[in-house]
C-alpha cells in the first residue's frame, strides 16, 4: 500500500494590517503535535454513499435512501479489537442520521444497513427534525459508557447534544449540552472532551475534579461537568459571557473560524486539540483557496484546559485529491476520528462534505 505524506505548509501573511496572532515563534519545532500522517491513497476514500441502504424513517414514516447523498465527518473508536466508525449520512432530502461501520484493520470497513442513530418522535424531535443529527464525537467513561457529543439541527439553529451507550448500537438521548434557558437557543456544536488515552481507549479525563469540553465553530468555548452529562459554560464571571479559548487568525490558515476536532488529548506537554479551519475571503493564507477547510493543532495547559500554551502555525492535513476539493463543499477536509490502534493512530475524516478518507501516522509515535 502506498500512501502519500501530508506535508507542512509555509504560510504566507496575506498583507492585512496588523500582526497575525502567534504564540510560538514561526519555524518552531512542535514536539507536542501530531506528525507523520500519510493518506491511504491506495484505498482513499474508505466510505461513499451509497443508494442501497434503506430505512422506514420513524419520523416521516417513509422508507428513505439514508446515506443516498453524502456520507462524511466521522467519529471512531477501538472496542473488542476492532474500529467502530460512527458517521454522518445524509439522504437526498439533506436530513443527516449517523451510520456505524466496523473495521478489523482500520482501513476496510464494513457498513451496517440502518442507521444507529437519528431523528425520532421523542423529546428531542424539536431539535433534531427535519436537519437531523451531525458531526458524532466519541469518548469512553471510566466505567465502559460511551459518551456521544453530537449536532441537532432543526432547519435553522444547530445545538450541542450528548447521548450515551454500552455497545454503540442502541443509544439513550440526554439533551442539550448547554440547556440553560440563557444558551438554549443558542448556535452551539462540535464538543471535543478533554481525554486521556489508556491501551487503546480514549476515556474522559477530570482535571481539577471536572470534566472539560472545547466547542464551537468560530472561536471555541469551554464547559464542566460533574458527571460527564450535564454541563455548565465556563464564563467571564463579570461579563457573565462566554470565555473564548481559541480564535480565528488573520494570514494564516485558520483565518476564518476554527471548530474542534477529535476529543481533546491530555499528553505530557498539554492538552493536544486537533482542530478544523476555514481560510476567510480576505485577510487569509493566500497560498489556499477561500474557504478551504484544513487541519491545525492547538497545546492546552495541563491544569488549566482554557489556557492555550502553544498553536502550530502551519496546517498539517489539507485538500490535495480530487475527492477532497470537489463534493458537496468544495475544498474540504474536516477531521473528526482519531484512533490509536496495531501501534499507529488512525485519522478519520470527511472530504468535501461528501465521502470519508483516512491518514495513517507512522509506528510508535
Not at 454522518?88 to 461501520?101: F, P, V, Y
Not at 476539493?325 to 484512533?339: A, D, P, R, Y
Amino acid at each position: 500500500m502506498k500512501y502519500k505524506v501530508i506535508t507542512l505548509l509555509a504560510l504566507v501573511l496575506s498583507g492585512c494590517s496588523g500582526a497575525p496572532e502567534s504564540v510560538t515563534p514561526a519555524g518552531t519545532f512542535y514536539k507536542w503535535a501530531f506528525t507523520g500522517f500519510e493518506k491511504a491513497d491506495s484505498i482513499n476514500p474508505i466510505l461513499s454513499p451509497s443508494a442501497d441502504q434503506l430505512f422506514t424513517c420513524p419520523v416521516s414514516g417513509k422508507k428513505v435512501r439514508w446515506e443516498e447523498r453524502n456520507v462524511l465527518n466521522p467519529t471512531a473508536v477501538v472496542k473488542d479489537g476492532k474500529v467502530w466508525m460512527i458517521y454522518r449520512a445524509q439522504d437526498n432530502e439533506m436530513t443527516s442520521r449517523l451510520g456505524l461501520a466496523v473495521s478489523d484493520d482500520g482501513l476496510h470497513f464494513t457498513k451496517e444497513p440502518e442507521p444507529v442513530f437519528y431523528p425520532d418522535n421523542d423529546s428531542m424531535k424539536v431539535y433534531e427534525w427535519k436537519g437531523g443529527v451531525e458531526d458524532p464525537r466519541i469518548v469512553e467513561s471510566d466505567d465502559g459508557t460511551f459518551i456521544l457529543t453530537y449536532t441537532s439541527y432543526d432547519g435553522k439553529t444547530a445545538r450541542l447534544c450528548l447521548a450515551t451507550s454500552k455497545d454503540l448500537r442502541v443509544w439513550s438521548k440526554k439533551g442539550l449540552v448547554l440547556n440553560s434557558e440563557k444558551y438554549r437557543d443558542l448556535w452551539s456544536k462540535s464538543g471535543a472532551i478533554v481525554s486521556r488515552l489508556e491501551g487503546n481507549r480514549i476515556i474522559a479525563e477530570r482535571i481539577r475534579g471536572k470534566y472539560w469540553m472545547y466547542f464551537g465553530d468560530t472561536d471555541l468555548f469551554m464547559a464542566n461537568s460533574d458527571d460527564l452529562i450535564h454541563w455548565n459554560a465556563v464564563e467571564n464571571i463579570e461579563s457573565g459571557k462566554m470565555i473564548s479559548v481559541l480564535h480565528p487568525r488573520p494570514g494564516y490558515f485558520d483565518s476564518r473560524l476554527v471548530e474542534p476536532g477529535p476529543y481533546a488529548l491530555v499528553r505530557n506537554e498539554g492538552i493536544l486539540l486537533v482542530y478544523n479551519s476555514s481560510n476567510a475571503a480576505n485577510c487569509n493564507d493566500p497560498s489556499l483557496p477561500r474557504f478551504t477547510y484544513s487541519g491545525g493543532q492547538a497545546l492546552f495547559d495541563r491544569e488549566y484546559p482554557y489556557k492555550l500554551r502553544s498553536r502550530m502555525d502551519t496546517l498539517f492535513i489539507r485538500p490535495e485529491k480530487p475527492y477532497e476539493i470537489t463534493g458537496e463543499v468544495n475544498n474540504v477536509c474536516f477531521v473528526e476520528g482519531l484512533v490509536r490502534f496495531k501501534e499507529r493512530w488512525f485519522l478519520y475524516y470527511g472530504t468535501a462534505d461528501s465521502k470519508i478518507a483516512v491518514a495513517v501516522s507512522r509506528e510508535n509515535q
